[in-house]
């Protein structure tokens, strides 16, 4: 066996520039699943609608230090840091001023660099950073493509997801040749999967026959517990773990951790 360097997190962005596909409710319910099995995670809410602070009960007052003063005023990544109450799973939470940042980012220095070179000082505490995106694959968005070892993207089975899809590999591709070589596809998840639905069917098809053995076995079903679960601020894997939607989440967190294995071990 290798000897372990310092511990770093594998950092993955959850990316998809289409709004109301389930990077939030991926982002949250997988960090719920990897904490609930003794890893250590941190969520990173770059979305200035602050849904995974929200959703994990993080209250406006515990969200004076966010990320966007991380990414603007290079404010130390730990002083921004909340715990959840989730056993070991903290988060960055997100404020509004997010939603004007690109334009302060422009006029600094590095602009896509910003969250990369703040996550580089995190305390070393952490197994897996999972950096919730925004809708769009803007100047914020890059930051996260930038500092994440790998994307994680959740796809909603529905017309169109194919088109998304090909936009969104090109700019991993740019990002690639141009800011961070090492990116990688963690992986696709299928959500919102509604099994009654024959388009659902299709499109699952289709994303297996074009990205083959990225898409995870794993399948996310529309399921009503996850989507109340949010108003409670509590990931649904608390709501109800028992739920589909949950399961499915577990699953997935499965999936997730023995691919990581195995990416380690063929290192
Ligand atoms: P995004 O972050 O991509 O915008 P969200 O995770 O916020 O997407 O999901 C959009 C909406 O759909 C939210 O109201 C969420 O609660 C709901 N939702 C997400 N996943 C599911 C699911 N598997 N079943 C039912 N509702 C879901
Ligand atoms: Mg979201």
Redesign the pocket.
Known sequence: MKAQASRRPRTLAVV?Q?????????AINLGTALAAVGRSVLIVDL?AQG?ASTGLGIDRDRRRTSSYHVLVDAAAARDAIVPSDVPRLDIMPASVELSGSELELIELPEPQLRLRHALAALPAKYDYVLI?CP?SLNLVTVNAMAAAEAVLV?LQCEFFALEGLSQLMSTIDRVKRTLNPELEIQGIVL??FDRRNNLSEQVAEDVRRHMGAKVYDAV?????R??EA?SYGRPALLYDYRCA?SQAYIRLAGELIRRERARTAAA
């Open positions: 998809n289409k709004g109301g596909v389930g990077k939030t409710t991926t979305d849904n919730d809708p959740p959500t919102m996310i079903p529309r399921n009503v996850i989507s949010p939607g």
